[in-house]
């Protein structure tokens, strides 16, 4: 089983920025695209951000591109997700999730997804 356990969220303003950590207990990391995903109150959860297994492809919802960054540390069984400029529309829980590598690039639909934490609380006040 593998397991996975964000940090880093809390209450901040517009404009601010947070860091996103999630640390995966496996020994098979690289063995793993990685994703983002988010959920607001009353709406579906949806993807933020993916990065494949070695971090050398990354994909961005059209609303976070030049605002968020996804990376990972294979050494550290880690991938963060850097969150700048925030808006009040980014409040939502804060999923991680791994994609085991089946393909080249990370899935996009959450179904697809094998394992998930337990998601972090992102609030930004207007």
């Known amino acids: 089983q593998v397991q996975l356990v964000e940090s880093g969220g809390g209450l901040v303003q517009a404009g601010g920025s947070l860091s996103l950590s999630c640390v995966v207990a496996t020994r098979t990391f690289s063995s793993y695209h990685m994703g983002w995903f988010r959920q607001a109150p009353g709406k579906e959860r949806e993807l933020v951000a993916t990065?494949?297994?070695?971090?050398?492809?990354?994909y961005y919802r059209d609303s976070v591109k030049g605002r968020f960054t996804i990376s990972r540390d294979n050494a550290k069984n880690t991938v963060t997700l850097q969150m700048n400029s925030l808006k009040p529309e980014d409040t939502a829980i804060y999923y991680c999730?791994?994609?085991?590598?089946?393909?080249?690039?990370?899935?996009?639909?959450?179904?697809?997804?094998?394992?998930w934490g337990q998601g972090t609380q992102v609030t930004v006040s207007s």
């Open positions: 990065i494949a297994w070695n971090g050398r492809s990354t």
């Open positions: 999730a791994a994609d085991y590598t089946r393909t080249t690039v990370a899935a996009i639909r959450p179904e697809e997804y094998d394992y």
